[in-house]
């Protein structure tokens, strides 16, 4: 298995609402992410988990809540959403060996809407 | 702070022409640079990357060529097709705290006309 899965692919939510966006993968990458993509800009990084444990926040407001619950699995919780949220969730895998560095294998996102 | 400039931001090709996208980045200590390619709609798909300790790397029509001293790398597609029509992404890698995150540049859209 080489894919990342996402899920859902489609969200649409109200800003009272809560959801989670989950994602999986079996390739044995201890490394997962989560990106924000708007349209036309590149991926822009929110968090990263290694090894199940979170190592990078970037600043992300509190109304977005990620969870590791095993290496196969990173979930964001969303809460209280504002309009401009809305965009499209990527979330990506990549091994973690030493120093060195790995490409991400990226998962086909889920599209937000929030209402 | 660190920083990926890319170059064009829209690039229109003939079919069969050759195509060179260009990123400069800021992080003296980044050693590795993936390249994304995404079509609409899609996800990200890594195409080609190159690592600090080589100046340059090929795959068929596709090679990335590294600068360090410059801080350049580019990507160099030949014998362009209609299906190289995509927004491509380069990224510098970073490490924060002992994590490796990457940079991504603006993106630069190629069309291949046919």
Same mark, same amino acid.
């Given at each position: 298995d080489t894919e990342v899965t996402q899920t859902p692919k489609h969200l649409v939510m109200g800003m009272t609402n809560k959801k989670s966006l989950k994602c999986e993968q079996h390739m044995g990458h201890r490394a997962m992410y989560w990106y924000k993509q708007k349209a036309k800009k590149p991926p822009e990084l929110m968090f990263v988990y290694s090894y199940e444990k979170l190592s990078i926040n970037e600043s992300v407001p509190s109304r977005f809540s990620p969870e590791c619950p095993n290496s196969s699995l *990173?979930? *964001?919780?969303?809460?209280? =959403?504002q309009p401009e949220d809305s965009a =499209? $969730? =990527?979330c990506a895998s990549s091994q973690v060996l030493g120093t060195a560095? $790995?490409? $991400? +294998?990226?998962?086909?996102? +889920?599209? =937000?809407?929030?209402? | 702070g660190e920083n990926v400039e890319q170059h064009p931001s829209t690039l229109s090709v003939q079919e069969g022409d050759s195509a060179v996208i260009k990123c400069t980045y800021s992080d003296s200590a980044s050693n590795y640079f993936p390249w994304y390619k995404q079509e609409l709609g899609k996800r990200p798909q890594l195409i080609i990357d190159i690592r600090s300790n080589v100046g340059e790397k090929k795959?068929?029509?596709?090679?990335? !060529?590294l600068n360090k001293t410059a801080k350049h790398f580019s990507l160099h597609i030949t014998e362009t097709q209609p299906e190289d029509s995509a927004v491509y992404f380069c990224a510098a890698s970073i490490n924060t705290s002992g994590t490796y995150k990457y940079i991504? &540049? !603006? &993106? !630069?859209?190629?069309?291949v006309l046919a």
């Open positions: *990173l979930n *964001l919780h969303l809460h209280a =959403l =499209l $969730y =990527l560095n $790995y490409g $991400y +294998t990226f998962g086909s996102g +889920t599209r =937000l809407t929030v209402v | 795959d068929q029509r596709i090679a990335v !060529t991504f &540049g !603006t &993106g !630069t859209r190629l069309k």
